[in-house]
């Protein structure tokens, strides 16, 4: 059973950095794909940024993090990344990892809700950015 454990959250000034991690483990396959949700109050989940295992080059960044966020996987210790850069109080929300099968793009992996659903998440780490 794949599990997944976030660290890195924390508070922060506007135009800090950040970086979280997600440790994974149990891993049965080669072919995972992994991702970064967040979730602010009163909002819904968006799918910020999402990696492929096989293929590094094959990422995701939502338009609202483009230029500002980068995802990385380390396959020698299973864990994703991400570093997040100039940082605003929009980026307040709960930030969550998430695994599954390396089946779909990155994009649909990251937007599509039915994907979401087959997918493994962590427990969340929480950001908050003050202005």
Known sequence: QVRLVESGGGLVES???LKLSCVASGFTSD?????WFRQAPGKEREGISCISSRYYTETYYADSVKGRFTISWDNSSNTVYLQM??????????????TGLDLVTMQDMCIKT????LLTWGQGTQVTVSS
């Open 15 to 17: 135009g800090a950095s």
């Open 31 to 35: 072919h995972y794909a992994a991702g």
């Open 85 to 98: 850069n100039s940082l605003t109080p929009e980026d307040t929300a709960d930030y969550y990892c998430a």
């Open 114 to 117: 039915e994907v979401h659903d």
